[in-house]
């Protein structure tokens, strides 16, 4: 049963294809990340350039286009591209994890329709799932999905919340209530429809002002009387909620490794700084309140790192606890960011608190990490069941 | 021909464009002759050539005996593989101990044509060789970071000198020149050579130069090279580049310095706007005086040159042209 | 066309760890990461650029060490179809000679239009094995190529060869060896595509029998015709001296400095 112990490194190509990305990034996007925040603009160039380049191909299969990267390349390349953006490394994740649903139970049909677009970049999915009143709660969803007996459409109306690139997505993958009455079981309830944005009856609401990741448009999208063909539902009816937790194994290392760049880029930063900056006659790296900083840091974050890329290795070998794995990289990558930005903010002392330098919008960005995809709260709840079996 | 005493160095006598001799030529001839002394046996200059014999009649100021083979195809074919296969011949006929050519570009094709031919191995780069019991050949290796001492494990071989390692001197008294031929066709292929193209700015390789000021990115564009070429000028040297400057198209390839352009170790490298990375560092490291002109304070040839002046090169550069011409006049 | 393009790892400049090995003076290629040496980087780009318009395929011959798959995958990725990497502890501290009979004996059974190799490489800095594979393949050897212009329906290649005064012009019958220089231009970065397609390319190994056969005398580290007696490192130079003063008295001070050192 036991196979060679595969070493704990990346592949020659997922090291090749992690240098890759990183030039990419370092010499077309980084010089972006300071303007987008500020402008709060979705950096269309930046996803042209990553549409270019088949970065957004990379979760995709070769045989729609897609350059059928694993888990863990595609994971290498968010974190890349976090390090010196994290909007721009949303991109990326967010084209994952809406995907998920259609790679994950579409029909041959359904992948063929939309699965080459969305590889080519030329395309953009959404994953609009969260409500006002159900962000945790997932089952507590409210919109709905009638069916049209004469014609087997389906009519949705209702409204999602906190969007991730709702209002500049081509396509929603939508999660919406189909259960007939209130006594099918709370995870039966969802079924997962793909909407096209031009669908009448679709409307962006309002965008967020948010404290980071402010590049990334995040939408309140209404929806009334849309009409969807039976075509465009996604796995079987009730199937919902069931996606969407098997959607979450694999999307949350994607947020993990964002997590990761951006500590990774913070670190980066302060390390620099610390090179560079002399008080008392010294750089200040020479201090050893600062190196102690920076090397807790720097471990935590390989930590974190180290973690997600297991993580990654079991849940694309199929293991059967992937959902512990998965929730496990996300909660330690998400508490690592928060604390790496924040102590890079405090090496860099009053400049770290000023836009001249880049780690007070990493510490912003960093976040978000802890929220969306699940809060960290739900993901400590998810390993507790895992652990201890209790419900 | 008498044939000659077992184990004579032979020196490869380079020839330039117009027939004349290669300077690095009357530099490994030097070096030979100084083996010769050191080991008692007889030193021979080899020149192959369409017109031997002005090559021939110059090397002879630095040897005892020339031999001289007229080729006449080198005249307008790729002359290494035609010149390597005529020295091989004689090496098989005359029995040489050892072969010492230029470490340039043709030196090093005939080299490997030889060695390939006579299955003798090669030393290359060589920047200083002595005699014991056979050649002692030092090469810098990796980029300056190392000196090795290397020696043959039989008695044959090929060495390769670096140009500017050894002052060229004339021998007290002059040599004789003495044509010969060698029989049989040249096997290998010939290539012919249909047009030959002339530069704008045609220079001696840069590798022989005693003096190079060198431009980098900061120079800023072809016009800021005129400052560099002026000092050059005034200094008796050549003008270099580094990568960065080739690349934008303000220089030729052919003056790069560095890891892919060329390795140069002259007594003065005098380096304006240039950082001094890594890729370029190895191509100059092993310069006698390194002087570099850089706003950076920080800049990484701030680390390891002998005199760095800090501020604007476009300000620093007529400064010492200024002063070098004050001094002369 | 059919290219083939001579490569070779070499230690990874950049990190600055080669060494030698104290035991017998030889490359310690275990020190650093190997990398593609960068002038057969250009030999691959010119390749490539050559079989997009021609059509045509690019492969690799390397003679190295075991490790080196790794370090061949990027020039996979650059687009290379497949390579042959030809490895054998016997092989270990080759020298040229060595080196070139035996990738010549590799060539020799390989039809190709174009043998591409670069200048020189970083770690040996040589520059003598393609004119000695061409020697022994009785191939016409070009070098210093900056520019590589082929017609295969003529079956006959020309090429810009950089000279003193500027350049040469030759016209060689393929097959035919070139050396490649900066010249030729800046290598690609392997694209995300490319990266992925190498995972299915293959690189074959061929160890020194299946090479040479039986004729394996005087090839390898056994046989090397030379070696290394001592290595040191050489004298640290003199501490900088720093000049910030303005640019008439700098100027000054550096005239004096160099006629100190009797450089004028």
Redesign the interface.
């Known amino acids: 049963m036991a196979t060679a112990t595969p070493t704990y490194r990346l592949t020659?190509?997922q090291a090749?294809?992690r240098d890759?990305?990183r030039?990419l990034a370092d010499e077309q996007i980084a010089p972006r990340a300071a303007e987008i925040d500020r402008t709060a603009e979705f950096p269309w160039d930046v996803k042209e350039l990553l549409a270019s380049?088949?970065?957004l191909?990379?979760p995709f299969p070769e045989a729609h286009g897609g350059?059928?990267?694993d888990l863990l390349t595609v994971c290498v390349a968010i974190e890349q591209i976090s390090r010196v953006c994290a909007t721009s490394g949303l991109i990326l994740a967010v084209q994952e994890l809406a995907s998920l649903p259609l790679l994950l139970a579409g029909t041959e049909e359904q992948q063929a329709r939309w699965l080459p677009d969305l590889a080519a970049g030329r395309t953009l999915v959404a994953f609009a799932l969260t409500e006002a009143e159900a962000g945790s709660d997932v089952a507590a969803a409210r919109t709905r999905a009638r069916r049209d007996a004469a014609t087997g459409d389906w009519l949705i109306d209702g409204s999602k919340r906190f969007i991730s690139q709702g209002s500049v997505a081509d396509l929603l993958t939508v999660f919406a209530v189909t259960a007939e009455d209130d006594d099918t079981p709370r995870r039966q309830r969802l079924s997962c429809f793909i909407v096209e944005k031009d669908a009448p009856g679709f409307a962006v609401e309002r965008i967020e002002h948010k404290m980071g990741i402010r590049g990334s448009p995040t939408a309140e999208l209404s929806f009334r009387g849309v009409r969807v063909p039976d075509a465009n539902r996604i796995g079987e009816v009730g199937q919902g909620f069931e996606l969407a937790m098997r959607t979450f194994e694999r999307s949350r290392p994607g947020i993990a490794a964002q997590a990761v760049g951006i500590a990774q880029g913070a670190l980066e930063v302060a390390a620099g700084y610390a090179r560079d900056r002399k008080q008392f006659g010294r750089p200040i790296a020479e201090f050893q309140m600062i190196g102690a900083m920076l090397a807790d840091m720097d471990a935590q974050t390989e930590a974190a790192r180290q973690l997600l890329y297991k993580a990654c290795a079991e849940i694309e070998a199929g293991a059967p606890d992937a959902g512990r794995w998965s929730a496990m990289c996300k909660l330690v990558a998400g508490d690592t960011a928060m604390r790496v930005t924040t102590d890079a903010v405090q090496v860099l002392g009053g400049y770290g608190y000023v836009d001249e330098f880049p780690v007070e919008r990493m510490m912003r960005d960093a976040k978000i990490t802890q929220l969306y995809e699940g809060t960290q709260q739900i993901q400590r709840l998810v390993i507790a069941r895992a652990l201890t079996g209790s419900r | 021909m008498a044939p000659e005493a077992p184990g004579a160095i032979w020196v490869h006598g380079e020839t330039t464009g117009d027939g004349s001799l290669a300077r690095i030529s009357t530099e490994v001839a030097t070096l030979a002759r100084s083996l010769g002394g050191a080991s008692g046996r007889e030193v021979v200059g080899i020149v192959v050539a369409a017109d031997p014999g002005n090559a021939a009649d110059e090397l002879a100021r630095y040897l005892p005996r020339v031999l001289t083979v007229a080729e006449p195809a080198t005249a307008d074919h790729a002359a290494a593989a035609i010149v390597g296969q005529r020295i091989a011949a004689l090496v098989e006929r005359e029995r040489p101990g050892y072969l010492f050519a230029g470490a340039g570009p043709e030196g090093r094709d005939v080299a490997g044509v030889v060695s390939a031919l006579t299955g003798w191995g090669v030393l290359v780069n060589a920047t200083a060789v002595r005699w014991e019991d056979g050649p002692v050949v030092e090469m810098s290796v990796f980029g300056g970071k190392l000196n090795t001492t290397s020696r043959f494990t039989g008695d044959h071989g090929i060495v390769t000198v670096r140009p500017n390692v050894v002052t060229a001197a004339a021998a007290a008294s002059g040599g004789t020149v003495e044509p010969t031929s060698v029989e049989g066709d040249l096997g290998l292929p010939l290539v012919p050579i249909v047009e030959r193209v002339a530069a704008e700015t045609a220079a001696a390789p840069i590798e022989e130069a005693r003096v190079i000021v060198s431009g980098g990115r900061g120079v800023g564009g072809p016009e800021g090279f005129r400052v560099v070429q002026e000092l050059a000028e005034a200094l008796g040297g050549a003008v270099g580049a580094t990568r960065a400057a080739v690349d934008a198209g303000w220089i030729p390839y052919a003056q790069q310095i560095g890891q892919t352009g060329k390795i140069v170790k002259p007594s003065l490298y005098l380096a304006l706007g240039i950082s001094g990375a890594i890729q370029h560092k190895v191509g100059m490291q092993t310069a006698e005086t390194i002087v570099a002109v850089n706003r950076d304070p920080d800049a990484p040839i701030a680390e390891f040159a002998d005199l760095v002046v800090i501020g604007d090169l476009f300000e620093v550069a007529p400064a010492i042209l200024a002063a070098l011409r004050e001094r002369a006049g | 066309m059919r290219i083939v393009v001579l490569v070779k790892p070499v230690p990874d400049t950049a990190s600055g760890g080669e060494r030698l090995r104290p035991a017998d003076w030889r490359l310690d290629r275990a020190a650093t990461p190997a990398v593609v040496n960068a002038n057969d980087e250009y030999a691959l780009e010119a390749g490539l650029k050559l079989t997009e318009a021609h059509g045509g395929e690019v492969t690799l011959v390397t003679m190295a060490g075991s490790a080196a798959p790794e370090t061949l995958r990027k020039a996979l990725a650059m687009g290379a179809s497949s390579g042959t990497l030809i490895t054998d502890d016997a092989l270990g501290g080759s020298d040229t000679v060595s080196t070139a009979r035996v990738l010549a004996d590799e060539l020799r059974g390989l039809e190709f239009d174009l043998l591409l190799a670069g200048a020189d490489t970083s770690d040996g800095g040589a520059g003598v094995v393609p004119a000695g594979v061409a020697t022994l393949l009785g191939l016409p050897y070009v070098s210093y190529a900056a520019k590589i212009e082929p017609d295969p329906a003529a079956g006959r290649v020309r090429v810009h060869r950089i000279s003193p005064t500027g350049y040469d012009v030759l016209e060689a019958p393929m097959p035919a060896l070139v050396v490649a220089t900066q010249a030729l231009g800046e290598p690609r970065y392997p694209s995300l595509k490319g990266i992925m397609a190498a995972r299915s390319k293959t690189i074959q190994t061929r160890t020194l029998a299946d090479v040479a056969g039986g004729a394996t005398d005087g090839l390898g580290g056994a046989a090397a015709s030379n070696e290394v007696v001592a290595a040191e490192a050489p004298p640290p130079r003199a501490a900088t001296r720093v000049i910030r003063e303005p640019a008439d008295e700098a100027a000054r001070q550096v005239v004096a400095f160099l006629a100190e050192r009797r450089i004028i």
Request: charge should be negative; hydrophobic fraction near 60%.
């Open positions: 020659e190509d090749a294809l890759a990305v030039i380049h088949d970065v191909a990379l350059l059928g990267g």
